[in-house]
C-alpha cells in the first residue's frame, strides 16, 4: 500500500478502535511540520507495529491514540469517541498506556503497582480496591506469567519483569485498546523473549484486544503481529498486512539505507548491508 492508495482506505466503520483521517500536526512556536496527512484505522484484534527513524512522528502519532494532545488539522477517533468533543481523562481512562518512563514507586510491590492501573494513578488509593479488584490484580500477574513477582518491589524487578508489570497494569481498565511505547527497550535477550511471548499470549487470549505498538527493532515484534505502519518525515510510507509492508523494499525507503528482512516460524530480523554491496 502506498502514500497514494492511502488515500483510498476504506470509511472506519462504527466498530474501528481507532480512526485518523487528514491528521496534521504542527509546532506552533516554529510551526514545523511533526505529521502530515495521516489517515489510519486499527480494528479490533488488530496488532500494529508502529515503525519509522528518530524524529518521524512515532511518539506524536502514539500520543493522539493516547488522547494525550489534539490534532492541529483533521480528526482523531478513539474508541468512538472523536477528540475535541468528548472528556479526555475518560477516554483515557478506557486505553491501555505502556511506557519505560512510567512513573512509578520503587518501593510499591508487583500487585499494588498493577492495582493502580484500577485508578490511575501513581500512589494506591487503597480506598477504592475492594477484594475483586484485588483478585483481578492477581489474575493479571498470572495472566503474564510473573504470579511470583506480587510481593516483590518494583524497584529490585529487571527490566522485562517490569515491562510485564506495567502491561498488567494497564490491563486493569480492561481496554479495547493498547498503546505500547517502545517496551522493549534496554531489555537483555531472555527478557525480551520473554515479553514477546507474553504479547503473543496476550493477543490469543484477547481476540478483540487492539495494540499499537513502537518498536525501533523487528526481532521485537511478536507472531501476533498483523500490521505495520511506516513513517517518514511525519507521512505514511506505507501501511497494511505484515507481509505486504515489512519488506526490505520498504525499509530500505523508510530508513534510507539497504535493509533486508528475513521472517521464520512467525519472528522477524533485519539487517543493513554496505551500500553498493
Known amino acids: 500500500m502506498t502514500e497514494e492508495t492511502a488515500e483510498r482506505e476504506p470509511a472506519a466503520g462504527p466498530g474501528a478502535v481507532v480512526a485518523l483521517r487528514e491528521v496534521g500536526v504542527r509546532r506552533y512556536t ?9 489517515d489510519w484505522t486499527v480494528r479490533p484484534g488488530e496488532h500494529w507495529a508502529l515503525l519509522g527513524a528518530n524524529g518521524a512522528g512515532k511518539t506524536t502519532l502514539l500520543r493522539l491514540l493516547g488522547a494525550l494532545m489534539h490534532p492541529t488539522t483533521g480528526s482523531v477517533e478513539v474508541l468512538g469517541s472523536r477528540l475535541g468533543r468528548v472528556d479526555v481523562r475518560e477516554l483515557r481512562a478506557r486505553i491501555g498506556h505502556v511506557t519505560s518512563a512510567q512513573r512509578v514507586p520503587q518501593d510499591l510491590d508487583a500487585h499494588t503497582v498493577v492495582l493502580t492501573g484500577h485508578t490511575g494513578t501513581v500512589q494506591p488509593l487503597w480506598r477504592m480496591y475492594d477484594e475483586a479488584v484485588r483478585q483481578r490484580a492477581h ?12 510481593d516483590r518491589p518494583y524497584g529490585v524487578c529487571s527490566g522485562g519483569q517490569r515491562a510485564r508489570i506495567l502491561i498488567a497494569r494497564a490491563l486493569m481498565a480492561d481496554p479495547a485498546l493498547l498503546l505500547l511505547d517502545e517496551p522493549f527497550n534496554a531489555l537483555d535477550l531472555p527478557s525480551r523473549e520473554d515479553l514477546v511471548e507474553a504479547m503473543h499470549r496476550l493477543a490469543e487470549g484477547r481476540p478483540r484486544l487492539a495494540t499499537v505498538t513502537v518498536t525501533h527493532h523487528l526481532e521485537e515484534l511478536s507472531p501476533a503481529v498483523s500490521h505495520a505502519l511506516l513513517l517518514r518525515e511525519g507521512r505514511i510510507l506505507t501501511r497494511g498486512p505484515v507481509e505486504e509492508t515489512l519488506t526490505g523494499t520498504w525499509l530500505t525507503a523508510c530508513f534510507g539505507r539497504p535493509i533486508a528482512v528475513n521472517r521464520h516460524e512467525g519472528r522477524w530480523w533485519a539487517y543493513s548491508g ?4
Open 30 to 38: 516554529t510551526d514545523q511540520v511533526i505529521l502530515d496527512g495521516v
Open 139 to 150: 489474575e493479571l500477574l498470572a495472566e503474564l506469567e510473573i504470579k511470583e513477582l506480587a
Open 274 to 277: 554496505r551500500q553498493g554491496s
